[in-house]
């Protein structure tokens, strides 16, 4: 649900806006009986699969699955989330968001955060391009950095001076105050203010909107005992490892390419871009965090990393590959040379041997069983069994069954050990907990049960029939998660005294997955005039038989688990439990 925005003020905005309005006004649709279609943005394709029906307010392709109303349309093609998508159309329709005191405060001083920090840019720019710029300027072109380089990436560079930035902003009336909270400068012993950056080069870090949320800094000459890039502390618009440097230029060349090259560090993502390979970001830093992952995913599934090649950038690349498999992403890892960086390899050589890495990249398994390899010598039994272990604690992060068990082949071949080893293995390190049958049938695909599909219909069609189930079926009955959330969420509406409205409904679910699956449903075909109560009963009761069967297989894998480790107590209670179940004589067996 969405916490923020009210449901009414939600509703009000849905009634003001047309989709088809809303949609025509990005691209043009094409009116094809009582819906209108066009090719759909969000992958390639010929025909067009891309339809919106007015009726219902909602769009759906039939292509690659995606969906929703205004909000989803909005959220994937602007790349929004969902507060900014509603706030949008909130300015649309003149519709007016609640806001409290408190929040608006603070965005006072988040405006003018970025304004301080907008000025630092300038500052630092004129500077670099003014006559004590020179030797600077000098540096820049000696790293192969073009001047249409340094100003799209608006790089600057900081005076030898203590209060020069300081002096500058107090011209533009920021307040000591103020300039401490952005970082910029500190607070000296003597009352005095002095400037954070002095006589280095300057990367202003921006947000994917273009607004500085801080800034980057680097010697121009190394100097011992100093460090060689400091950056501006963390402050109320900038939190570390929550960015990535360069995407607001090429988050556009990663959505068109469909994957994003990651490298560590400024010069390696400003060369890269500079090469016409525009598809690049760096993590400012060596490991990758979580919310640097879930940005990239927004754009696309899949990632080339190209860190250093020394043993600190390989185990940053191992580090982050874990994380990548575990936000369901798909990695490659490009080998660069030994003693290169991506920026000093492109210094060396053509952007055509790049690509020629990029392509030879190596996927998570090979790059991270080749690396262990050749630093521990497998013939030796101990460097064998942590060589598999290692392997083992990446396997169990992939949620994919299918690819696991490959995985699992693979590794059983390379090591020379019995499949079924490494499968006992696995399953005791999988956090001790059972092996839980219906994770998998969570996990959400393309594929809804029939069943379920066939019952979120009915209830949709015709809303008056979730008051005859409502008592009989709880979200817990369903297998797909998804379908479990739209079922929980119309029953609250219910009890609220509220009509489902289709566009309504995908608007009060703010994940993707859900809108998607409402618009599949809604989409699909019209209902036609069979016997919906009947076929609702059906429905229901093969739920409930699907729901307990999937607990007695599941129980008797645990039983299985129990009886290895030796559980007696464990074993005793799981074997009553089937044997109730049983007994309902509601478990069928041939549930798949
Ligand atoms: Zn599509």
Redesign the pocket.
Known sequence: MANYIPENILDDILSRIDIVELISGYFPLKRAGRNLRAL????H?KTP??MVNPQKQIFH?F????GGNVVSFLMEYERMDFIEAVKTLARKTGVELPKNEASSKSSGLITSLYKVNEFAVKFYRDFLNSASGAAARTYLSKRSLSNDTVNLFQLGLSPDKWEGLFNYLRTKNASPALLEKSGLVSKGQNQGYYDRFRKRLVFPIFDVKSRVLALGARLLEDAPGMAKYINSPESLIYVKGRHLYGLNLTREAIRKEDYAIVVEGYFDCISVFQAGIKNVVASLGTSLTAEQIRLIKRYTRNVIMVYDSDQAGQDATLRSLDMFIQEDMNTRVAILPVNFDPDSFLRKFEAKAFRHILDNALGLFDYKLGLLSSRYKIINPENKAFVAGAMLDSIKKIRNPILQAEYLRRLAQALDIKEEVLISELRKIKDQKPYDFREFFRIPDSKINPTERLLMRLILGETELITKIKSVLSPEDFQDARIARVFSLICELISKGKDIEPKCLIGYLDDRESASLISEILAADEHSQEDSEEILNDCVSKIKKQRLNLRCQSLREEIKLAQKQGDQGHMDSLVFELRDLLRSGSCLEEVK
């Not at 292509?63 to 995606?66: H, L, Q, R, T």
């Open positions: 759909c943005p969000f992958h394709e699969s891309f392709c292509g690659c699955g995606k």
